[in-house]
């Protein structure tokens, strides 16, 4: 049973911070790959951040320098820090885990707007 519950979104100012949150049930994390997808229908999906189970990060370059990703094993956790938002991060933002196929959480908006 793999459940993600995805938290943190909201409304922002450009040049403004957000850290979405994705906690998932059992022990997920400790060997799976996480990560973060962005879309709205009519946009292109985007792979905006992945972490794998030792820690290697890859990022898309759109975000590259201005997202981090990490996770918390002992809380199964996943997160991402967003900084120096701008308006082109408007999208939703949706957790998944790679367990032999791929889960997803149930989205998150993130608006950046002045």
């Known amino acids: 049973q793999v459940q993600l519950v995805e938290s943190g979104g909201g409304l922002v100012q450009p040049g403004g911070s957000l850290r979405l949150s994705c906690a998932a049930s059992g022990s997920i994390f400790n060997i799976n790959p996480m990560g973060w997808y962005r879309q709205t229908p009519g946009k292109q999906r985007e792979a905006v951040a992945t972490?794998?189970?030792?820690?290697?990060?890859t990022y898309a370059d759109s975000v590259k320098g201005r997202f981090t990703i990490s996770r918390d094993n002992a809380k199964n956790t996943v997160y991402v820090q967003m900084n120096s938002l701008k308006p082109e991060d408007t999208d939703v933002y949706y957790c998944?885990?790679?367990?032999?196929?791929?889960?997803w959480g149930q989205g998150t908006q993130v608006t950046v707007s002045s």
């Open positions: 998944y885990v790679d367990v032999h196929k791929r889960y």
């Open positions: 972490i794998t189970g030792d820690g290697s990060t």
